[in-house]
């Protein structure tokens, strides 16, 4: 008895550990730290926050340590007659040089990672995401629908409601159309929001991506997806009733993966016809109370 429940235990973990490895991507039980990184910002991401908490823990214990070390040698008791001192310049110049150098440390890295986040010089594709209310489109403006130039592959991505879930997928993470984007390629990501709609935010945690998509404005960040996978991100800005339910899924494949789904795509929508894609595409427009 008590060895089969160690044995599902283990087996269990292992499972976990599998789907880990494998990039498989998502939140895990008792989960402290940040997901996995599977892009190179979000490695560096990773080691800047290490650097952040040496720093920190380091600045903690110094000034713990320190006011320890007055209390105990310098309280009333151990110390009947306080010195009379009131300045002194060698501490005084330590203590303001010293935590001077400490935010240099801290901001040369800082900078070099808000502008290696910021965009990539030769993007080889690009990912438009849309932020409306509440649900995402997406869309993949290298790749036109075949027989009209400049209408590029479009889709929405809803979540999938509860009882709506099949096995293996993810409550409030698990949308009916997933991105699907190829590994080691340097995609540049355009983020916005409809004129009339309202402030969300594009964020997959794994890609160490979080872009605010503001009506009006086009922001743009990148990304190279170093592990196929599935990896999950949510809106991350509050922008409604509906914001908890409107996640990001990102399918993560190889190149030749991803051009035998885009052309399959590109077939699907090609076979509607034109008329009928517009028409399918201002219906959910009007459905979801949103002109795109
Ligand atoms: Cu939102």
Redo the contacts with the bound molecule.
């Keep these: 008895m008590r060895v089969q429940r160690v044995v599902a235990v283990l087996a269990a973990l292992t499972a976990i550990a599998a789907a880990t490895a494998a990039g498989a991507e998502g939140p895990q039980p008792w989960q402290m730290d940040f997901r996995p990184a599977a892009s190179p910002v979000m490695e560096e991401i990773r080691e800047f926050n290490t650097l952040l908490g040496i720093i920190i823990i380091g600045t903690g214990l110094f000034v713990m340590g320190l006011m320890g070390w007055v209390i105990i040698r310098y309280n009333a008791k151990a110390n009947p007659v306080p010195s009379t001192t009131t300045h002194n310049l060698v501490v005084e110049v330590i203590w303001t040089v010293v935590p001077i150098l400490i935010l240099v440390v801290i901001a040369i890295p800082s900078f070099r990672l808000l502008y290696f986040q910021d965009r990539v010089e030769d993007a080889e594709m690009t990912l438009k995401a849309t932020?409306n209310q509440?649900y995402w489109t997406y869309e993949y403006p290298d790749y036109s629908l075949p027989g009209s130039p400049g209408e590029p592959l479009t889709f929405d991505a809803f979540m999938v409601e509860d009882d709506q879930l099949e096995a293996g997928q993810l409550r409030l993470l698990e949308t009916d159309n997933h991105v699907v984007l190829p590994v080691d390629t340097d995609i540049r990501i355009l983020v916005t929001a409809p004129p009339e709609g309202?402030i969300?935010?594009w964020a997959v945690p794994s890609f160490g991506i979080k872009v605010d998509?503001v009506p009006g404005r086009l922001n743009e960040t990148w990304v190279r997806i170093t592990e196929p996978g599935t990896y999950y991100g949510m809106?991350s800005?509050l922008?409604?009733v509906l914001?908890g339910f409107?996640p990001i899924t990102v399918d993560a494949v190889s190149r030749a993966e991803f051009d035998a789904w885009m052309e399959a795509q590109l077939e699907a929508w090609a076979g509607l016809g034109n008329e009928e894609t517009i028409r399918l595409a201002s219906d959910g427009a009007t459905a979801n109370g949103e002109a795109r």
């Design positions: 932020g509440w309202v969300h935010a998509a809106c800005e922008c409604g914001h409107m």
